[in-house]
């Protein structure tokens, strides 16, 4: 794994190693690359994964503090087969589903799962398209593509 300057770096209690073999199911160019117990720290490990081609490092040990909503991973999908596709894999096994995109997978961790072309709808310079499409985002749980580009285009109720 190559070093990079910045690697996310996740901090489970005990499930550091099931949680980076559940994200490497569900996405592409995704594998756990190494697993390291470190003796000295009792049942503490460190695990090296890749997302979508993106190193990132967990860690097994007593967490202190849970995850919560500061920190999110978030997915830019393509359609709205690709969206479901990770919403619904996500929540597997009980996650839960929370406004605007927004989901717990099982371990804690938040993720937005969201229409690749979100961001910038929402920062177009004719604020009225904005506004639409965050008004319609600010209904829905899960993102319904279709509906917010609708919003952008002017074309719904």
Known sequence: MTIQKITPFLWYSEEAEEAAAFYADIFPDSRVIRITSVPSAGSTKVVEFVLFGQPFIAM????????????SLMVNCDDQEEL???????????????????????FGVSWQIVPSD???MMADPDPAKATRV?????KMVKFDAAALR????????
């Open 118 to 120: 979100l961001i910038e």
């Open 134 to 138: 965050a008004d319609t985002m600010m």
């Open 84 to 106: 479901d596709r990770y919403w619904n894999a996500l929540l597997e096994g009980g996650g839960s589903p929370e406004a605007c995109g927004w989901l717990k997978d099982r």
């Open 60 to 71: 097994s040990s007593a967490q202190p503090d849970p995850f919560n909503h500061s920190v």
């Open 150 to 157: 609708a919003a952008y285009s002017g074309t719904t109720d």
